[in-house]
C-alpha cells in the first residue's frame, strides 16, 4: 500500500490504476497528488482517482486486479465513479483450477493466549452466560418478549452469574412448507441455535400449538440437553396447553419453567481457556472503500493469529465472495474443500437466477456513496478479512463448525441473515466491520464493531468499538491494528470489555434464510 506524499491518497498494488481520497473532506479539483497528477475535479474522500490516462475499453485495476473496464476515456487526475465503468463478467466457476496442497503456506503457531470463557460439556466455550427462548412459529414472538420482561424483572436479579435472558424470536414456522429440500436451510439453522455455547444447552422452545414447525424438533440437535423428567418438561412450552388459564396464567406459567434454566446457568463460571476455544465470525456490512484498506485487513490479520493460536474463524457472504473466489480456491486445503466452494457459489448463482436478481444488485446505495463502484470492487475489499489462512471447510447456510481452522461459512450478505447463520455455525465472538455506519449488534454474542474510517469512528465515537481508519492515516499499521484487534477479541470474549452495542443495548433480530416456498 502506497500514498502520496503530498495528500492521504492510497494505491493498493504497484498495477493499480486508480487510487482512493482519504482526506476526511476529500480533495478539491486543481490538487496536485504523486507531485504531477493534478485533480480534474472534486473528488469525495473514499472515492477513486485516476493515475494514467484510460482508454475506452481499458481495465481499471484496484487490488491488483480489474474491476472494471472503462466505457469512455478518462484522463488522469479525474474521478472514476460507477457510471464511467462497465461491469466484468465473473469468474468463470468451471475453469477455475483446483488448489495443489503443496503451495500453501503453513502458519507459524502461536501459543500462551487465553481468555475466561464459560466452558461446556460438549467441549465448546460460550463468552456470555445467557438464558435463550426461542420459538417455534412467530405468532409467540410477542409471548416470548413478554415473558423474558418479566423473568428480567422478577428472576434474574436473583441469579447474578446469568448474563441476560433473550428471546430467539423469528419469522418462520407456520404458512411454509417444512418438508420441500429446501426448508433444511431455516430448520437447521434454528435447530443449530439452541446449541449454541453462549446459551450452556439452557434453552426453553415456545410454540403455539398448531403450526407446522414441531416445538421438540428444534432440541432434536441439541447435544446439550438432559434426560431427566424435569428437563425435559422445561424444555417445550405450549401457549394452546389447555391447562393454562388466561394470558397471566400462560405467563406465570412460562416464567416457572424457566427457573430450572436459570439455576443451572448460575453455577456456571468463567475459567481460564486458551484462545484455541475462540470461534469468531466475522462480517463487514456499510462498507464503503476503506473498508478493503483499513478495517478489513486488520480483520484478516486478526484472524490469522485466530487461526494461528489454534482457534477458529468463519467468513462469509456468498456474494461478496463470488466474484474474487479464483483468489480464494487456491488457498483451500485439498481439491474437496476447493470444490464445495465452488459448489456454494454455483448453488447461490441458481438461487439468484430463480428469482431474476443478478450481481448488479449489490453493492448498495451507501456503498457506492461510499466509494465502492460495483461488486467486483466490493468482493475484493471484503475477502481480505479472511487474512491469509488455509481454508479448511466450507459450511452451507445454517450448518454447524465441526473442526478447527478458517471457515468458509455460507450466507447471503444481508447482515442480519450472515449473522443469524453464523450464530448457528456456532460463534462465541463476533467482529463486524463498517465504512458507512449501522448500529447492529446481537444479543446472544459480543460483537466489536470496527470502523474504517476515522471520520465515522470519531463522528459515532459511541457505537464504534476500534478505528481502523488510523490505517489509512498512518498512524498505525495492518499489524499492530490486527494485534489491538486480536486482544481486544480475547478482553471481550474474557468479559473484561463491553462492546458498545451491549452498553447501549442496541440488538438487530434474528432473520432466517428461507430459500423455500412460502404456503
Same mark, same amino acid.
Given at each position: 500500500?502506497?500514498?502520496?506524499?503530498?495528500?492521504i491518497?492510497?494505491?493498493?498494488?504497484?498495477?493499480?490504476?486508480?487510487?482512493?481520497?482519504?482526506?476526511?473532506?476529500?480533495?478539491?479539483?486543481?490538487?496536485?497528488?504523486?507531485?504531477?497528477i493534478?485533480?480534474?475535479q472534486?473528488?469525495?474522500?473514499?472515492?477513486?482517482?485516476?493515475?494514467?490516462?484510460?482508454?475506452?475499453?481499458?481495465?481499471?485495476?484496484?487490488y491488483?486486479?480489474?474491476i472494471?473496464f472503462?466505457?469512455?476515456?478518462?484522463?488522469?487526475?479525474?474521478?472514476?465513479?460507477?457510471?464511467?465503468m462497465?461491469?466484468?463478467?465473473?469468474?468463470?466457476?468451471?475453469?477455475?483450477?483446483?488448489?495443489d496442497?503443496?503451495?500453501?503456506?503453513?502458519?507459524?503457531?502461536?501459543?500462551?493466549?487465553?481468555f475466561?470463557?464459560?466452558?461446556?460439556?460438549?467441549?465448546?466455550?460460550?463468552?456470555?452466560?445467557?438464558?435463550?427462548?426461542?420459538t417455534?412459529?412467530?405468532?409467540?414472538?410477542?409471548?416470548?418478549?413478554?415473558?423474558?420482561k418479566?423473568?428480567?424483572?422478577?428472576?434474574?436479579?436473583?441469579?447474578?452469574?446469568?448474563?441476560?435472558?433473550?428471546?430467539?424470536?423469528?419469522?418462520?414456522?407456520?404458512?411454509?412448507?417444512?418438508? *420441500?429440500?429446501?426448508?433444511?436451510?431455516?430448520?437447521?439453522? @434454528?435447530?443449530?441455535? =439452541?446449541? $449454541? &455455547?453462549?446459551? /450452556?444447552?439452557?434453552v426453553?422452545?415456545?410454540?403455539?400449538?398448531?403450526?407446522?414447525?414441531?416445538?421438540?424438533?428444534?432440541?432434536?440437535?441439541n447435544?446439550?440437553?438432559k434426560t431427566?423428567?424435569?428437563?425435559?418438561?422445561?424444555n417445550?412450552?405450549?401457549?394452546?396447553?389447555?391447562?393454562?388459564?388466561?394470558f397471566?396464567?400462560?405467563?406465570?406459567?412460562?416464567v416457572?419453567?424457566t427457573?430450572?434454566?436459570?439455576?443451572?446457568?448460575?453455577?456456571?463460571?468463567?475459567?481460564?481457556?486458551?484462545?484455541?476455544?475462540?470461534?469468531?465470525?466475522m462480517?463487514?456490512?456499510?462498507?464503503?472503500?476503506?473498508?478493503?484498506?483499513?478495517?478489513?485487513?486488520?480483520?484478516?490479520y486478526?484472524?490469522?493469529?485466530?487461526?494461528?493460536?489454534?482457534?477458529?474463524?468463519?467468513f462469509?457472504? *456468498?456474494?461478496?465472495?463470488?466474484?474474487?473466489?479464483?483468489? @480464494?480456491?487456491?488457498? =483451500?486445503? $485439498? &481439491?474437496?474443500? /476447493?470444490?464445495?466452494?465452488?459448489?456454494?457459489?454455483?448453488w447461490?448463482?441458481?438461487?439468484?437466477?430463480?428469482?431474476?436478481a443478478?450481481?448488479?444488485a449489490?453493492?448498495?446505495?451507501?456503498?457506492?456513496?461510499?466509494?465502492?463502484?460495483?461488486?467486483?470492487?466490493?468482493?475484493?475489499?471484503?475477502i481480505?478479512?479472511?487474512?491469509?489462512?488455509?481454508?479448511?471447510?466450507?459450511?452451507?447456510?445454517?450448518?454447524?463448525?465441526?473442526?478447527?481452522?478458517?471457515?468458509?461459512?455460507?450466507?447471503?450478505?444481508?447482515?442480519?441473515?450472515?449473522?443469524?447463520?453464523?450464530?448457528?455455525?456456532?460463534?462465541?465472538?463476533?467482529?463486524?466491520?463498517?465504512?458507512?455506519?449501522?448500529?447492529?449488534?446481537?444479543?446472544?454474542?459480543?460483537?466489536?464493531?470496527?470502523?474504517?474510517?476515522?471520520?465515522?469512528?470519531?463522528?459515532?465515537?459511541?457505537?464504534?468499538? @476500534?478505528?481502523?481508519?488510523?490505517i489509512?492515516?498512518?498512524?498505525?499499521?495492518?499489524?499492530?491494528?490486527?494485534?489491538?484487534?486480536?486482544?481486544l477479541?480475547?478482553?471481550?470474549?474474557?468479559?473484561?470489555?463491553?462492546?458498545?452495542?451491549?452498553?447501549?443495548?442496541?440488538?438487530?433480530?434474528?432473520?432466517?434464510?428461507?430459500?423455500?416456498?412460502?404456503?
Open positions: 500500500m502506497t500514498k502520496s506524499t503530498n495528500h491518497v492510497i494505491k493498493i498494488a504497484e498495477t493499480d490504476n486508480v487510487a482512493v481520497i482519504a482526506n476526511s473532506e476529500g480533495l478539491p479539483e486543481g490538487t496536485i497528488i504523486n507531485d504531477d493534478r485533480l480534474l472534486n473528488i469525495p474522500m473514499g472515492h477513486k482517482v485516476a493515475l494514467l490516462n484510460i482508454g475506452l475499453g481499458e481495465k481499471i485495476i484496484r491488483g486486479q480489474v472494471g472503462a466505457n469512455r476515456p478518462i484522463k488522469a487526475g479525474e474521478w472514476v465513479e460507477e457510471s464511467k462497465l461491469l466484468p463478467e465473473p469468474p468463470d466457476l468451471n475453469s477455475i483450477p483446483m488448489p496442497n503443496k503451495t500453501l503456506s503453513e502458519l507459524k503457531p502461536i501459543e500462551g493466549y487465553t475466561l470463557g464459560y466452558r461446556n460439556s460438549d467441549g465448546s466455550v460460550g463468552t456470555k452466560n445467557i438464558l435463550g427462548i426461542t417455534s412459529v412467530q405468532c409467540v414472538a410477542g409471548l416470548a418478549q413478554y415473558i423474558v418479566k423473568i428480567k424483572q422478577k428472576l434474574l436479579p436473583k441469579y447474578p452469574n446469568v448474563d441476560d435472558v433473550v428471546a430467539l424470536n423469528h419469522s418462520y414456522g407456520c404458512g411454509i412448507a417444512i418438508n *420441500v429440500p429446501s426448508a433444511i436451510i431455516p430448520i437447521r439453522t @434454528l435447530q443449530n441455535i =439452541t446449541t $449454541n &455455547p453462549n446459551f /450452556g444447552g439452557e426453553l422452545v415456545i410454540g403455539l400449538g398448531c403450526e407446522k414447525l414441531p416445538p421438540e424438533s428444534l432440541l432434536l440437535q447435544g446439550n440437553s431427566n423428567s424435569d428437563k425435559k418438561f422445561s417445550v412450552f405450549y401457549m394452546q396447553d389447555e391447562s393454562f388459564y388466561g397471566s396464567g400462560i405467563v406465570e406459567a412460562g416457572k419453567r427457573e430450572i434454566h436459570l439455576k443451572e446457568l448460575n453455577k456456571r463460571k468463567r475459567e481460564i481457556c486458551p484462545a484455541a476455544d475462540l470461534v469468531v465470525g462480517q463487514c456490512g456499510g462498507s464503503d472503500a476503506f473498508s478493503g484498506i483499513t478495517s478489513n485487513p486488520a480483520a484478516g486478526a484472524a490469522d493469529l485466530i487461526v494461528k493460536a489454534g482457534g477458529s474463524v468463519m462469509s457472504e *456468498v456474494t461478496e465472495v463470488r466474484d474474487a473466489v479464483h483468489l @480464494l480456491v487456491p488457498r =483451500t486445503i $485439498n &481439491p474437496e474443500v /476447493g470444490k464445495a466452494l465452488l459448489d456454494e457459489m454455483k447461490y448463482d441458481n438461487y439468484l437466477e430463480q428469482g431474476q443478478d450481481r448488479s449489490n453493492p448498495t446505495p451507501g456503498n457506492k456513496l461510499g466509494g465502492l463502484s460495483n461488486i467486483v470492487e466490493k468482493a475484493l475489499g471484503s481480505v478479512k479472511s487474512g491469509t489462512s488455509p481454508i479448511v471447510d466450507v459450511l452451507g447456510p445454517g450448518e454447524k463448525i465441526h473442526r478447527k481452522g478458517l471457515i468458509f461459512a455460507a450466507t447471503p450478505a444481508s447482515d442480519f441473515i450472515c449473522g443469524t447463520l453464523q450464530l448457528a455455525a456456532g460463534m462465541n465472538m463476533h467482529v463486524f466491520m463498517t465504512g458507512r455506519g449501522t448500529p447492529y449488534g446481537l444479543s446472544m454474542v459480543p460483537v466489536i464493531k470496527v470502523g474504517s474510517n476515522s471520520k465515522l469512528s470519531k463522528r459515532w465515537f459511541d457505537l464504534i468499538d @476500534l478505528d481502523a481508519g488510523k489509512a492515516t498512518g498512524e498505525k499499521s495492518i499489524e499492530e491494528m490486527g494485534w489491538e484487534l486480536f486482544h477479541i480475547l478482553d471481550v470474549a474474557s468479559g473484561k470489555k463491553e462492546v458498545a452495542c451491549d452498553k447501549l443495548g442496541l440488538h438487530n433480530d434474528l432473520v432466517l434464510f428461507n430459500p423455500g416456498p412460502v404456503t
